[in-house]
């Protein structure tokens, strides 16, 4: 399919149609992984397809930067070693020494110390602010200075939401890009390129990959000259996918319409047996009407996604027996894979952030809600809850 065809098929058409056609030569409905550091030239310069060396560019991985730019509803994606390749690779492109960005003030741990602790000594500033509030966002920017305001909506673990429409307003306004890391969301239920967002960030380590057996990041943008510029730093600091990694990142995102389906259906079950459980102080989740982001949530998501945060009464120790007393639900760090996960932010995910304006409350746990059987979710639940 041409990708002006592409982009106006369904998702799921999209998903699983976008970025590559059966190889020429035997007809293969899959992309083949390209085991191959580099490529017979055909005399001096004389490329096959454009293809030099697996650092530049890789078959395999142009298939799923295709997909990906699809998806997304962009015209250009680029795949990354991790999400946080991803996010420097972002971050170093578009940001000089002496400039500033506005980060969200509860962002994934991992990229809080990214800035915190390798851009900030590289030079580059940062500002947190809570994302769901656009005045604080605006309130935070140094105008001159602030070259990228980025947002996780909805955010980890607190489950924040932002009004990506006005952030991007206000972003440009200031002469900022908004940069979206739709890693929670998934390009399923929100597309921030639609609503004005510059550039979409993934750890397609998550639902993208979907089945917890590969790392990756992505980068997706819509403008020629930004996609230029993060296409040039992909090469020139090196931190690609491979081609195996690249396989099994595509292969995943083929059935994410269906997989997030039923990540939204478990996670409304799961919501609502926690909001009756004498155990549970608070639930978290924009699902929910009571939640402050609900309905900037359902103008711009499809449907509210996978991941529930919960409160528990009895504190830190509380929480902590809870995560290790689960049995259908692993205890491990990540999310967005089809088996539920559970897990202590303040212990392990958000370990970093601990002592800072970003630390999140002890008594918090998160649940990654996969698409096993509900009821056993349900009842593995009550079990953990119950421990004691
Ligand atoms: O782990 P990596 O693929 O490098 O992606 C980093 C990242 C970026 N953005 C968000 C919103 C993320 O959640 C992550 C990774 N998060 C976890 C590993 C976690 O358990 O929350």
């Not at 309130?139 to 980025?150: E, H, S, Y």
């Not at 952030?167 to 200031?174: I, K, M, N, P, T």
């Not at 900022?176 to 890391?181: G, R, T």
Request: charged share 20%.
């Amino acid at each position: 399919m041409t990708q002006e065809h592409t982009h106006k098929t369904g998702f799921e058409t999209r998903a699983i149609h976008a970025g590559y056609e059966p190889d020429e030569m035997t007809g293969a409905v899959i992309p083949p992984i390209y085991a191959t550091s580099t490529y017979k030239q055909d005399g001096v310069g004389g490329l096959r397809g454009g293809y030099e060396y697996s650092r530049s560019a890789n078959p395999t991985r142009t298939a799923l930067e295709g997909v990906l730019a699809a998806v997304e509803m962009g015209e250009r994606g680029l795949a990354f070693a991790s999400g946080l390749a991803a996010e420097d690779t972002l971050v170093r492109a578009l940001t000089r020494p002496g400039d500033h960005a506005v980060i969200p003030d509860d962002a994934y741990g991992g990229t809080f110390r990214l800035f915190d602790k390798v851009e900030k000594v590289w030079g580059l500033d940062h500002s947190p602010a809570a994302i769901s509030d656009v005045d604080a966002v605006r309130a935070a920017i140094q105008p001159g200075r602030t070259k990228l305001v980025w947002v996780e909506t909805p955010t980890n673990p607190m489950l924040n939401v932002g009004d990506i429409e006005a952030l991007a307003a206000v972003a440009h306004d200031a002469g900022a890009l908004l940069v979206v890391d739709n890693t929670f969301a998934s390009p399923y239920l929100q597309q921030p390129l639609t609503l004005g967002a510059d550039v979409v960030v993934h750890s397609t380590t998550k639902y993208v990959g979907g089945h917890s057996d590969v790392v990756g990041g992505a980068l997706v943008v819509r403008d020629h000259e930004l996609a230029d510029a993060l296409a040039f730093h992909q090469n020139a600091m090196g931190a690609v996918a491979g081609p195996f990694d690249c396989f099994l990142t595509h292969r995943g995102l083929k059935t994410l319409g269906v997989r997030m389906d039923r990540h939204c259906d478990n996670a409304e079950k799961v919501v609502e047996f926690l909001g009756s459980h004498a155990a549970v102080t608070e639930v978290i989740y924009p699902g929910l009407e009571s939640h402050p982001g609900h309905a900037v949530a359902a103008r711009q998501m499809k449907r509210f996604g996978g991941m529930v945060s919960f409160r528990v009464k009895g504190g830190v120790e509380q929480a902590l027996r809870v995560c290790e007393s689960a049995q259908v639900f692993t205890l491990g760090e990540s999310l967005g894979g089809v088996e539920s996960l559970i897990e202590h932010p303040g212990r392990m995910t958000h370990a970093s952030v601990a002592g800072t304006d970003l630390e999140v409350p002890a008594d918090l746990v998160r649940l990654s809600v996969g698409i096993e059987t509900a009821e056993d979710l349900l009842a593995d639940l009550d079990r953990a809850l119950g421990a004691s």
